[in-house]
């Protein structure tokens, strides 16, 4: 849970094969401490029913009948007023077309006229029906207004067989831009904005099969991006190996080694407004490589080590006045003296104090903590939280140096 002044989830959903997975995400914020709401469309209960809904959400599942049942106050209305997020998923080319016309003929679309809160769309259809000029001419037209946060369709397979665009955003997608949204209200103050982000350990390989690196997972990163892309920006995620899936609207550039994080790096930069040096970037590499594997009793007793290249002081000599350059420090024990060290030495704007000594923090973590310093003297704790809430709260301190 991002905000527990913010935590009223109202989720529409519509009538389609892929209204299976919202049973996921119903349990997810529940179980996340969210409160939870759901309206099912008559279509929608064709795939899932109420009771399905009313189980995972501990709640009963609003439907039609509902509508028209006198009650003290008109259900839509309180349902608006109640929600501080809505969802629609799957979004159908039925219901987009009735929002973007401001049509209200059922619960749903009868309450999001009534509510004023954000609302997330994450369509999913036959491709052919998604390409559609009229269906993305709806889509256009309804994110032309600031209200409306529309999600990607991802590509593949879909239930009717075809490949390609038209598959509805995987559930953990879904939560994360849930939570952005609890947090940031909606806001998006990074739109013209590009943030070129990098994540996640290097590797320095010796032979094919053996290399120098760290623990570190690239899940920092990752929120980052998330965080950035959720609140209008143009992000471009460097990223070393890692096991996640890239947001949908991320550009992605993997790369292995120090060296080709540095290529991509300072190849970006002129691009970008914001750049957030999040990689943990091995310190030193083998000074020698074998490309073919080296017998156990080959491997050297000293193994001759050179250091790799340092990006972020790279990037800091190569910025220019209007970007914004923010580091990372991980340390152990004290961890303010360092990354003040880091921040000065290293010309930064900002940096990110990290324990990773710590219970629950640090590599492999879901959760973070950090203190955030700035080259004006500036410096804000932040306590144990999940690691989007930390990426929401290092954007809210950068914006301060826009």
Avoid at 40 to 54: E, G, N, V, Y
Avoid at 66 to 92: C, N, Q, S, Y
Avoid at 118 to 143: F, G, H, I, K
């Amino acid at each position: 849970m991002i905000n527990p002044k913010l935590n009223r989830v109202l989720i529409g959903v519509g009538g389609g094969i892929a209204a299976y997975k919202i049973c996921e995400l119903v349990s997810t914020l529940f179980k996340t401490g969210v409160e939870v709401r759901v309206i099912l469309t008559p279509s929608a209960q064709k795939f899932i029913t109420p009771l399905t809904i009313a189980t995972l959400s501990r709640h009963p599942a609003y439907t039609d009948d509902d509508f028209w049942k006198p009650t003290h106050r008109p259900l839509h209305i309180e349902l608006g007023e109640w929600a501080d997020v809505m969802v629609i998923a799957p979004l159908t080319a039925n219901t987009l077309a009735k929002l973007a016309y401001g049509m209200a003929d059922n619960l749903l679309t009868n309450t999001v006229l009534a509510s004023t809160c954000p609302v997330l769309l994450a369509p999913a259809m036959n491709t052919d029906m998604w390409e559609q000029r009229s269906v993305q001419r709806n889509w256009q037209q309804l994110l032309s207004d600031s209200r409306y946060h529309g999600m990607n369709t991802a590509s593949g397979l879909l239930a009717c067989d075809r490949v390609g665009a038209g598959r509805l955003a995987e559930p953990p997608e879904i939560f994360a831009h849930i939570q952005s949204l609890l947090h940031t209200q909606g806001k998006r103050d990074l739109v013209g904005k590009r943030v070129l982000i990098s994540a996640g350990g290097t590797r320095e390989y010796l032979d094919p099969v053996r290399f120098i690196g760290n623990p570190s997972t690239g899940k920092m990163g990752l929120a980052l991006a998330q965080a950035a892309f959720h609140r209008g920006a143009n992000v471009t995620l460097v990223h070393g190996p890692a096991s996640w899936d890239v947001p949908l609207g991320v550009q992605a550039i993997p790369v292995v080694s120090a060296e080709q994080m540095q290529h991509v790096m300072v190849e970006c930069l002129p691009n970008a407004d914001v750049i957030v040096m999040s990689a943990a970037v091995a310190d030193v590499k083998p000074r020698d490589y074998s490309t073919e594997k080296l017998p156990k009793r080959s491997l050297p007793q000293a193994l001759p080590l050179e250091p790799v290249p340092d990006i972020v002081a790279q990037l800091a000599e190569l910025k220019q006045q209007h970007q914004i350059l923010i580091g990372f420090a991980a340390q152990t024990g004290d961890i303010v003296k360092p990354a003040l060290e880091k921040l000065h030495n290293k010309k930064l704007d900002a940096i990110v104090a990290n324990p990773i000594d710590q219970p629950d923090s640090g590599f492999g973590s879901d959760n973070n903590q950090a203190i955030f310093l700035d080259s004006q003297g500036n410096q804000v704790e932040i306590a144990p939280c999940s690691k989007l809430e930390m990426a929401h709260q290092l954007f809210d301190f950068a914006t301060n140096e826009f």
